[in-house]
DNA sequence: CGTTCAAGTAATCACATGTTTACTTGTTCG
DNA sequence: CGAACAAGTAAACATGTGATTACTTGAACG
């Protein structure tokens, strides 16, 4: 596969000709790199440790095996994702609209690709149905629903299409369809207002 | 990985031993669900023979290559999909919520899922935005965008946004979240049009 | 029946991939 | 300095994978 040096600065301190915590982050910025946008069955470790410029052997040596290179990129994934989940519902637009298209948080996204285009997987599956469930929930319980009552149960529905328009996002803008891909996060920001408010607002008819 | 047999009745015709035309659909319909749930790369041809319970040099005999097979998938993807494309404005939430939750058209969710999970090859980008970019401008335009008016790009935008929220519905609902994974198509319809109208509707502030 | 050819099969090939091994080289600290 | 150890490297290994080959078997037709 078309190879991609992947070697941002050392942000400081000398470059070290040896350094171990370096030469792992660079591993994991690759490979978080190309499990996103290849998906996983698809990217070798030989392409990671290109784009790492990094020896294919130290993935073994850090990572155990390239599976282990793989949890290893999911570390964190819960809070990091749970952090967009506390915000009042007044909020949740601007929020879901700056952490997918805003400058930031880079990792987020990729994670997030990865998560989503993963497949196939028993464990991703697993910890990407958590993700979501509490995602959605928290969602829902800003509008107002309470786990167990059967009558709310449309509203964590139309928490869970907020989320279904959410992931749309990053697929889609990581396909590259236009206007959506270059969009910023001021331009989301109105449609996922009125979107927000269409899914959960209690006075719809 | 897990063996799945899919061996569908052979509707009618007294099963002949020896029959190309059968053995072909077979091997369309296990490489169509293989493809749509595992990905192109994680699966093997030889999953994908065991499930159609033919040999596997039969995917080459009659495809050529698993690219062959992969591309025989792909046809008539875009006719498939144009078909949502021509409903008026108003039934669009129910065409949807028909096409990703009806218990009808099973290959075309599977062609979705496929489509949308497929990453890294470049023919696949390539259909996808395809066809990503015509549902999306067809969906604008019923809505009364035209193209080439800057002033309507937001509306472009708003429709690609509802393409969004169509893409994770499939997704979401391949990873198994619930309610959404089992909520029927009349489950989905009203939030849909909610999120129609909020999206398109001339009237909004 | 028996010829003929498509349909199907098992064995094999060539190669890519994840991993391991034996080795070399830089760094640290006495 | 120089011993000791971690970091890094190149080569090889074992296996899984897509594809090919030489072969067998069933169906169609005179």
Do not use: H
Not at 36 to 62: E, F, K, M, Q, W
Not at 109 to 136: C, F, T, W
């Amino acid at each position: 596969m078309t190879p991609r040096s992947v070697q941002p600065a050392p942000t400081g301190a000398a470059t070290r000709r040896r350094d171990a915590a370096n030469t792992r982050r660079l591993l994991l910025e690759a490979a978080r790199q190309r499990f996103a946008y290849d998906g996983y069955a698809a990217t070798t470790v030989r392409d990671i440790a290109d784009d790492a410029g990094v020896n294919v052997a130290l993935i073994n040596r850090y990572f155990s095996s390239k599976e282990g290179l793989f949890a290893a990129c999911l570390e964190g994934v819960e809070e990091e994702l749970r952090r967009t989940g506390g915000t009042p519902l007044g909020e949740v637009p601007d929020a879901i609209a700056g952490q997918l298209a805003g400058s930031a948080g880079d990792a987020t996204k990729q994670i997030l690709l990865l998560l989503l285009r993963s497949s196939g997987d028993e464990r991703v599956d697993q910890i990407r149905l958590g993700v979501l469930r509490a995602y959605a929930e928290r969602l829902a319980s800003a509008a107002g629903w309470r786990p167990g009552e059967p009558d709310e149960a449309q509203l964590l529905l139309r928490a869970q299409l907020i989320l279904c328009a959410s992931a749309g996002i990053v697929i889609l803008r990581a396909s590259g369809l236009q206007p959506l891909a270059s969009a910023s996060g001021a331009d989301l920001t109105p449609p996922l207002r009125d979107l927000v408010d269409a899914m959960l607002s209690a006075e719809r008819k």
